[in-house]
């Protein structure tokens, strides 16, 4: 924040804790801490570091909007507010919930090809299995239910990456407009086109130029630069290998997501190349 209030000038000015303008509400393993942490390089936008889990979360939501408010980090009045809690997409719950809070909230949602996200996905809880010396269930058993050999349904990290159902129920509540979808995928390879499409969703004047993101070979990643002085990458735990998946599981699961894909394109107008 000190660097923000530096480079915006701002000497005066009452700090206050704002309630979010924009929520990125999903989609996990979608690249949503690279979006938070880049859009926080715009000298306008100011985010929430911890996931909040405030509308997901019983106990949490139990606790008022003003406990909400509170978790969000000091900003002048002209900037905005963005906390990311990827579980918001999957909780049935939450859209209404963020609709009482502030029905005009802009929500923005990073995808990536859903297969990959899965792996992802997985990657994510098998490490945290091995961290704790327990063994686990292969990618392959989980996915497909080995009496009927189908895509298996129950799979959370299948699930998830259904998109258009997740996203019809949160239309229950708000109007398409008020979605904006990231390519995932592209953030990771090119992340300033999906940024500037990303400040034009939210009304905010270019703010993050091409010298605030920089390739770094050995992480294989763009990492962040705030000033001359100020640079970082995220945590190691993002962009872990992923295991290697068999051919007939990944081809039986893009022909499952196939149509959910055809409706999300549909619904969202944001066409993507996905198998
Ligand atoms: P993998 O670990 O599968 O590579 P989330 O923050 O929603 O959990 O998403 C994690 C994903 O963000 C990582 O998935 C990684 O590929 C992606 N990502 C996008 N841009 C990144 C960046 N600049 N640095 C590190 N990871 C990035």
């Given at each position: 924040?000190l660097?923000?209030?530096r480079?915006?000038?701002?000497?005066?000015?009452?700090?206050?804790?704002q309630?979010?303008?924009?929520?990125?509400?999903?989609?996990?393993?979608?690249?949503?801490?690279?979006?938070?942490?880049?859009?926080?390089?715009?000298?306008?936008?100011?985010?929430?570091?911890?996931?909040?889990h405030f509308?997901?979360?019983?106990?949490?939501?139990?606790r008022?909007v003003?406990w909400?408010?509170?978790r969000?980090?000091?900003?002048?009045?002209?900037?905005?507010?963005?906390?990311?809690?990827?579980?918001?997409?999957?909780?049935?719950?939450?859209?209404?919930?963020?609709f009482?809070?502030?029905?005009?909230?802009?929500?923005?949602?990073?995808?990536?090809e859903?297969?990959t996200?899965?792996?992802?996905?997985?990657t994510?809880?098998?490490?945290g299995?091995?961290?704790?010396?327990?063994?686990?269930?292969s990618?392959?058993?989980?996915?497909?239910?080995?009496?009927t050999?189908?895509?298996n349904?129950?799979?959370k990290?299948?699930?998830?990456?259904?998109?258009?159902?997740?996203l019809?129920?949160?239309l229950?509540?708000?109007?398409?407009q008020?979605?904006?979808v990231?390519?995932?995928?592209?953030?990771?390879?090119?992340?300033?086109p999906?940024?500037?499409?990303?400040?034009?969703?939210?009304?905010?004047?270019?703010?993050?130029?091409r010298?605030?993101?920089?390739?770094?070979s050995?992480?294989?990643f763009y990492?962040?630069?705030?000033?001359r002085?100020?640079?970082?990458?995220?945590a190691?735990?993002?962009?872990r290998?992923?295991?290697?998946?068999d051919?007939a599981v990944?081809?039986?699961?893009?022909?499952?997501?196939?149509?959910?894909?055809q409706?999300?394109?549909?619904?969202?107008?944001?066409?993507?190349?996905?198998?």
């Amino acid at each position: 924040l000190l660097h923000k209030l530096r480079r915006s000038n701002a000497t005066t000015g009452r700090l206050i804790q704002q309630l979010p303008h924009a929520v990125i509400i999903g989609v996990r393993k979608g690249g949503t801490r690279a979006l938070l942490e880049m859009l926080n390089l715009h000298p306008a936008v100011v985010k929430a570091s911890q996931e909040v889990h405030f509308f997901d979360n019983d106990h949490n939501y139990g606790r008022g909007v003003a406990w909400y408010r509170r978790r969000m980090p000091f900003s002048l009045p002209g900037q905005i507010t963005i906390e990311k809690s990827p579980a918001y997409f999957v909780t049935e719950k939450v859209p209404e919930r963020i609709f009482r809070m502030n029905l005009s909230v802009k929500l923005l949602v990073i995808v990536r090809e859903p297969t990959t996200r899965a792996i992802s996905d997985y990657t994510q809880v098998l490490e945290g299995k091995e961290r704790k010396n327990k063994t686990y269930h292969s990618f392959e058993t989980l996915a497909v239910d080995s009496s009927t050999r189908e895509v298996n349904t129950k799979y959370k990290a299948v699930r998830t990456s259904v998109y258009a159902k997740h996203l019809e129920h949160w239309l229950e509540f708000f109007p398409v407009q008020q979605f904006h979808v990231v390519d995932g995928d592209r953030l990771i390879t090119d992340p300033l086109p999906e940024l500037r499409l990303v400040e034009r969703f939210l009304n905010l004047a270019h703010g993050i130029s091409r010298d605030n993101l920089y390739f770094n070979s050995t992480r294989g990643f763009y990492c962040l630069r705030f000033s001359r002085r100020f640079s970082k990458c995220l945590a190691g735990s993002k962009g872990r290998p992923h295991p290697d998946v068999d051919p007939a599981v990944l081809d039986k699961l893009r022909h499952f997501y196939r149509p959910f894909n055809q409706k999300f394109y549909q619904i969202t107008g944001r066409k993507f190349d996905w198998p």
